[in-house]
Structure formats: structure tokens, C-alpha cells
């Protein structure tokens, strides 16, 4: 072989091992994250700041906080521990378990809570009003539930029932990234005029440590937020009628949105696969009569469906299919046509994620992951 050869050779292999570590970090930047959020390795941030030092989860350099703090469960921790010295875990005869929510109410990990007790029991409307001068996407990541007659539940923007006790839940991320100290800061001035003008108060956790678990739980998730795309485009580049692929497509389930997407729902509504046109213009169903195209790509959103292999297995299928009857090609996003070794490949990436989701207790696909990742 010539030295030209040779210098071709090395530098594929130095590309091939650069993509190797580069997988091999991300990989570990995400298990590192996942274990400082999800391990209990860090102080449970989400609430109260003091620890029984005797229990589980301790950590002797957190500071302590008010001695009637609450101590909400951390994620490793899913019994109620309650702290010391709080009257209104008592309140009306109530044991201190019977006045925390439960883990399908509040979460711990992924929401900041902060707990508000009321001299005056409070209407769920009037919990939601408290709030309408935060920033819009603050108000997109709050929920509340209150404690009152009937127990524990999730309160509504128009709820009239009166709730002695009530939990401000801010998720801490989302695809547009952690919760900043800009957001958190109003939210907790307007929690504390809010029990204040109650005659009650607000047990407000750590801030530093809330937006330090924000970052780790942003950072574990965009390890995570895969989107796989496989693309059918023309093989001789001719384009084909929008009404064919309209007709094929809604033959495997797929409905037209407003949002310029076909979409597969499941039994719930949700959807598990999506088909775009290949360019960037949406489609509309007015103008599918007169439109045309060269290709259209399909799209699984990892993190956001269950059983991702067998969904892709559905993709695969479904994408075959259509290019079989437009005599297309499945291809990557160089255009380059996918054989099945490449496609085994994908579905193997997919169902990892998915694994390594679901070690964490995130479940792809579950009411956490979708409420994460959108």
C-alpha cells in the first residue's frame, strides 16, 4: 500500500476511536448525573432542608434548617418521614403518613415542593389566582395538591374545595432546560405572601441546592432525549402525490394534525411515531390534493414512548411499506439508503436508552418522562 493509503487508513481509525470516546463520555457525563439525582447521593434538595442526621439519606454538611421543617421522601426513601415539631401533621386527629401526598401525587424527584399550611382553609381557585403574575413558563410547570375533607388530590384552576394544606410543585426541567433562579425566586415571594395572607406559612427549600439539582436532572435528561429519524425519499427523484401519501399513511393509523404532522396515538392518545414532510413546510390538509414530495421522515421520540423497539419495529415496517408503494428508499440523514445491519443498530441504541431510563425509575414513556421530556 502506498503512505497516501496508509494516511487514509490512520485516519479513519483515529476517527473511529474519536467517536468511541466521545460516546464513552456522554455516557458516563449521564450516569453521573443520574446517580447524583436519582442514587439519593445528593441531599434531598426538593424540600426542607434538614435531615434526621440518625436516618436514611444522611448528609452532615447540610445545613439545618427550621426545626418544625418537614422532611419530605426522597426517591430512595418512599415512605413519608415527618419532621419534628409540625402541629398541622396533626391537624384534626390526622396521623403525620395520612398528611403527606403520595408519590403519585407529588413527586420528589423531578418537582421542587413547597409546602404551605393555612389558618384559613383555602379554595384550589384561589391557589391558582395566588400565582397569575408569574412568568408564563413558570405557570406551565405548576401544579398543586391540597389536603382537605376528602384527603390528598390534585387542585384545579377552577377547584371551589377548601384545603387546610396544599404543595406548590414546580418541575425543575424540561426540553427547554433547568429552572433558573430568575423563575424560582417570584414563585417562592408569591408562595410566601400567599400563606402569610392566610395567616399560615410556607416551608421554602434550599434555593442554591434546588437549582443545583435542577442542573443534574437537566443534565441526566439530555443525556436521554433522542429523537430517531428514518427518511423515505424517491429513488429516481421524482416526487410523489400528497393524496397517495395521505392514503397510506391513514391506512396504518397515522391522523393529520394541526400541527402539520401525521400522528400514530396510542389506546391513550398519545403518539408513539410522527411522519413530517422532508422539507420544512408543514402539511396541510386543504392542500394535499395539489401537493408533492420527494420524501417524508418518520420520527420516534425515545424518551417519550414505551417499548421503543417495538414501536421502531412498527416504524420500520410502516416506512417500508410506503416506500414500496412510491418506489422509494429508507435513508439516513445523508441521504445514504439504510441496510438492516445500520436499522438493527438503531433499534439496539433505542432499547439502551430506554434501559438505562428505566433504571433510574424513569420510565420512557411514563407519566414522569412525558411530563420531562415535551
Given amino acids: 500500500m502506498s503512505d497516501f493509503q496508509l494516511t487514509l487508513i490512520g485516519a479513519g481509525a483515529a476517527l473511529v476511536a474519536a467517536v468511541w470516546g466521545y460516546n464513552l463520555w456522554q455516557e458516563r457525563r449521564a450516569h453521573r448525573a443520574a446517580e447524583r439525582v436519582f442514587r439519593g447521593t445528593q441531599p434531598d434538595v426538593l424540600f426542607d432542608e434538614e435531615v434526621d442526621t440518625a436516618g436514611p ?12 421543617a418537614r422532611i419530605e421522601p426522597g426517591f430512595d426513601r418512599l415512605e413519608p418521614i415527618i419532621g419534628d415539631g409540625d402541629e398541622n401533621a396533626q391537624a384534626g386527629g390526622e396521623t403525620a403518613a395520612q398528611a403527606e401526598p403520595d408519590a403519585a401525587l407529588a413527586d420528589t424527584v423531578t418537582e421542587m415542593a413547597v409546602a404551605l399550611h393555612f389558618e384559613q382553609p383555602q379554595a384550589g381557585r384561589v391557589l391558582w389566582q395566588a400565582v397569575q403574575t408569574l412568568p408564563a413558563r413558570v405557570q406551565k410547570r405548576l401544579r398543586w395538591v391540597g389536603y382537605g375533607d376528602g384527603g390528598w388530590r390534585e387542585a384545579s384552576a377552577d377547584d371551589g374545595d377548601l384545603y387546610s394544606e396544599a404543595r406548590a410543585l414546580l418541575q425543575l426541567a424540561d426540553r427547554q432546560g433547568p429552572m433558573g433562579e430568575e423563575e424560582l425566586r417570584p414563585l417562592i415571594e408569591a408562595l410566601e405572601r400567599l400563606a402569610a395572607e392566610a395567616g399560615g406559612r410556607a416551608n421554602v427549600p434550599s434555593l442554591p441546592d434546588v437549582l443545583a439539582h435542577a442542573r443534574s436532572l437537566d443534565d441526566f435528561c439530555a ?7 428514518v427518511h423515505v425519499v424517491s429513488r429516481s427523484g421524482e416526487p410523489f402525490a400528497g393524496t397517495k401519501l395521505r392514503s397510506l399513511l391513514q391506512a396504518a393509523g397515522f391522523e393529520l394534525r394541526s400541527d402539520g404532522l401525521f400522528h400514530l396515538p396510542d389506546a391513550q392518545g398519545t403518539t ?23 420524501g417524508v421522515t418518520f420520527w420516534l421520540d425515545v424518551p417519550r414512548v414505551q417499548d421503543g423497539a417495538a414501536v421502531f419495529d412498527r416504524l420500520v415496517a410502516t416506512a417500508r411499506q410506503l416506500a414500496d408503494a412510491v418506489d422509494g428508499q429508507l435513508v439516513d440523514d445523508q441521504r445514504h439508503p439504510l441496510a438492516d445491519a445500520a436499522l438493527t443498530g438503531i433499534r439496539a441504541k433505542i432499547a439502551e436508552i430506554q434501559q438505562q431510563m428505566a433504571s433510574v425509575e424513569l420510565p420512557a414513556g411514563g407519566r414522569r418522562a412525558l411530563r420531562l421530556f415535551r
Avoid: H, K, W
Avoid at 443525556?223 to 429519524?229: L, N, T, W, Y
Fill in 57 to 68: 439519606g444522611t448528609n452532615d454538611e447540610m445545613p439545618v434548617a427550621d426545626p418544625e
Fill in 223 to 229: 443525556g436521554m432525549d433522542i429523537q430517531m429519524a
Fill in 272 to 294: 408513539v411515531l410522527s411522519v413530517s414532510n422532508f422539507g420544512a413546510a408543514p402539511f396541510v390538509a386543504d392542500e394535499l390534493r395539489q401537493l408533492t414530495t420527494v
